[in-house]
T-cell receptor, first 114, second 113 residues
């Protein structure tokens, strides 16, 4: 079965510092991986996705993620945090067969300190 | 592009009452998904439609839950005899068949007292 694990339910960084949110996946087939962001009382917005093309994926708002098969990881990074990045971030893998449903991690709440 | 819309955004109800939520997907999207998100957790898949056909349901979807998509456009999710454990955010998403990206609506937050 395909699944993702997000390490760290809460991450706190200073404004201007590096943001690193960790995600490891488990999949018996080449995975399609996603990062979504959720602001308070809102739905999920797609940040970026990996679909077996380039291993370094660039997304919106300056975020990027690197797919590392040897480490089964898809960590999300941003060089310099902004106050507006404070939100909940979810890593997800898609089940390609049938419904193509998303399987999400538990989420990481990112707090930005001024 | 008007995006995925959901109504109502918030619903407070008493235990035992029935509630119905509506989702309007992006107009050309033929796939529609319902997910449930409880506090501090990631969304979990509930059910999926391709056009008007409901093709998959999660074991999370008890007999008190029913979803429809009568004309292959909007969808409704009904919960009968609500329980406190049904309190959650109910998210709708849509996509094109064959596409890997799902677009989410703002969600309906249900509180069962």
């Amino acid at each position: 079965a395909q699944s993702v694990t997000q390490l760290g339910s809460h991450v706190s960084v200073s404004e201007g510092a590096l943001v690193l949110l960790r995600c490891n996946y488990s999949s018996s087939v080449p995975p399609y991986l996603f990062w979504y962001v959720q602001y308070p009382n809102q739905g999920l917005q797609l940040l970026l996705k990996y679909t077996s093309a380039a291993t370094l994926v660039k997304g919106i708002n300056g975020f990027e993620a690197e797919f590392k098969k040897s480490e089964t990881s898809f960590h999300l990074t941003k060089p310099s945090a902004h106050m507006s990045d404070a939100a909940e971030y979810f890593c997800a893998v898609i089940i390609i067969q049938g419904a193509q449903k998303l399987v999400f991690g538990q989420g990481t709440r990112l707090t930005i300190n001024p | 592009d008007t995006g995925v819309s959901q109504n109502p955004r918030h619903k407070i109800t008493k235990r035992g009452q029935n509630v119905t939520f509506r989702c309007d997907p992006i107009s050309e999207h033929n796939r529609l998904y319902w997910y449930r998100q409880t506090l501090g957790q990631g969304p979990e898949f509930l059910t999926y439609f391709q056009n008007e056909a409901q093709l998959e349901k999660s074991r999370l979807l008890s007999d008190r839950f029913s979803a429809e998509r009568p004309k292959g456009s909007f969808s409704t999710l009904e919960i009968q005899r609500t329980e406190q454990g049904d309190s959650a955010m109910y998210l709708c998403a849509s996509s094109l068949e064959g596409a890997d990206t799902q677009y989410f609506g703002p969600g309906t937050r249900l509180t069962v007292l």
